[in-house]
């Protein structure tokens, strides 16, 4: 086994797919280790999108630049998923978003070749490939859903209730921009909550 490979991936590529140990360990040397520091790239808009990672420590947002020039953060990425940008990948084009480093991070990336030589050597990581996208595009969906339920108190409260982690290593300031709202608007929030 890669000596950098964390074993929690492995422990949930075995929950979505039937392997045997040749084929758990023979995956674990597909996978590269790489280590952010906060406000690190792991993606920018433009590049070429050729891996998927597994988040081990730390926190990543996601977020595109509007036509104002600000940054307007999609979402987080918290520790024990795997992330990609999907439209970058299936429809083979270049990024259209930013992941950043909003911690230090520690990250297991595969690139998209090695997947494919996987699935074609591996058929039982066929189910699992599709159960990681199912799970990024469902997370998105419901983070997208919340936004739009509710006013901006009961948005905050569900994102501290359903993301404790997150919010409470993430800038106030990018919190705000998930939420879509100013930094002052979320501080009078947090003061009415306390």
């Known amino acids: 086994m890669a000596p950098e490979f964390d074993s929690s991936v492995l422990t949930f590529i075995k929950k979505m797919a039937s392997l045997n140990q040749a084929d758990a360990e023979f995956i674990s040397t597909c996978f590269e280790s790489v280590c952010l520091r906060e406000n690190d790239y792991f993606l920018k808009a433009g590049m070429p999108v050729l891996r998927i990672g597994y988040l081990i420590k730390g926190i990543l947002r996601v977020f595109t630049i509007d036509t104002k020039g600000n940054e307007v953060i999609s979402h987080f990425i918290s520790e024990e998923h795997f992330f990609a940008d999907l439209?970058?990948?299936?429809?083979?084009?270049?990024?259209?978003?930013?992941?950043?480093?909003?911690?230090?991070c520690h990250i297991l990336t595969i690139t998209l070749s090695k997947l494919e030589m996987l699935k074609q050597t591996t058929p039982g990581l066929e189910l699992f490939i599709t159960q990681i996208r199912e799970q990024t595009l469902c997370e998105r969906i419901l983070n997208s859903h919340f936004l739009r339920n509710g006013d901006s108190t009961e948005q905050y409260h569900y994102f501290i209730t359903h993301f404790p982690q997150v919010a409470q290593q993430v800038p106030l300031k990018d919190i705000a921009s998930f939420l879509r709202i100013t930094q002052q608007s979320l501080s009078r929030i947090r003061r009415k909550i306390r």
């Not at 439209?87 to 230090?104: C, D, M, N």
């Open 87 to 104: 439209e970058g990948i299936f429809l083979h084009k270049p990024s259209g978003t930013y992941v950043q480093a909003v911690t230090r």
